[in-house]
């Protein structure tokens, strides 16, 4: 609506597509998130990204429920596959834990942002910012009020550590977190939880060096950076393709090999049940290990001394 914009109305077809990539928590945008909408229009982008991080599934259950409807077999199932649940049992229960966990960690990352951002942005306005910037980090959408995404951060170490907790913990999976909450012990975890896990900071730690040593040497971009801020702008930018969309540099300034290397992060992406996307962390490893298994000669894809069916 006219109301969503600042200036004159965006055009229908730049409504769709933003409203799109917002549910789809892409983080692609044709029109600058924060001068291009109103107060009005920047919430309606928090709230389909919301829906799409979380799953429309989930928030279906949560109407249904709050309406006093009953859950069948069917919804069940939708919802079992939406979470990546290992059966239909509880599903109504995880969708609660869902909410609970995304409450959380959001509340929590926008009390750390705003105290970052209270000195120069004031207290209104940072904690704004702060609830923004964690809905859109903790679902992976990458949508940010500043005409350069994060790029005036790159050296910010509260910014950069607090993003990235949001995006890694939210791209993670729900059913890893609840069962790291759970059972907090690493020999209790599922396979599944230890899978994710492994896979997920080794692919972080891979980003992470593979970045600063390939864009080392780039003098447009990390160039005019100190040390510290090449550090921090190589594991910002190494994590950060795990779908989450943030920039703390000029991605078109990067070197090929750099964009390239990105391309296979993003392919790959985040974990089941999540609020990321990509083939999946476990989809990966497991074709990592099949194909191993097949050149060793091997019948079976076998992991942590358990069968791969």
Not at 201 to 223: A, D, K, M, S
């Amino acid at each position: 609506m006219p109301v969503s914009s600042k200036g004159d109305s965006i055009s229908w077809l730049d409504a769709l597509f933003t409203s799109t990539s917002a549910v789809c928590v892409t983080g692609l945008a044709v029109v600058d998130t924060g001068s291009d909408f109103s107060i009005f229009g920047q919430v309606v982008l928090m709230i389909l990204i919301q829906i799409g991080g979380l799953g429309f599934m989930t928030f279906g259950v949560m109407i249904a429920v709050v309406m006093g409807k009953k859950i069948g077999l069917k919804e069940r199932l939708l919802i079992q596959e939406s979470a990546n649940s290992l059966a239909t049992q509880g599903v109504v229960r995880l969708s609660f834990s869902i909410f609970l966990i995304a409450f959380i960690v959001e509340i929590l990352g926008a009390l750390f942002l705003t105290l970052r951002w209270a000195f120069h942005l004031g207290i209104k306005n940072a904690m704004y910012y702060g609830i923004f910037h964690s809905i859109s980090a903790f679902n992976n959408a990458g949508f940010g009020l500043w005409p350069d995404n994060l790029s005036c951060y790159v050296g910010d170490p509260l910014v950069n550590v607090v993003i990235t907790v949001l995006f890694i913990t939210g791209g993670i999976g729900f059913t890893v977190i609840l069962d790291v909450f759970r059972k907090r012990s690493r020999k209790r975890l599922a396979l599944h939880s230890k899978l994710v896990l492994v896979t997920s900071g080794v692919l972080c730690l891979l980003g992470f060096l593979g970045i600063f040593l390939i864009e080392l040497f780039n003098t447009t971009t990390f160039g005019p950076l100190s040390w510290s801020e090449r550090l921090w702008a190589s594991y910002f930018q190494g994590v950060v393709t795990r779908t989450a969309g943030f920039n703390t540099i000029d991605i078109a300034r990067m070197l090929p090999a750099s964009q390239f290397f990105m391309i296979i992060l993003m392919f790959i992406g985040a974990s089941p049940g999540s609020t990321g996307g990509g083939i999946k962390t476990s989809t990966f490893m497991v074709l990592a290990l099949t194909i191993a298994a097949i050149v060793k000669g091997q019948r079976d894809t076998e992991l942590m001394g358990r069968r791969i069916p």
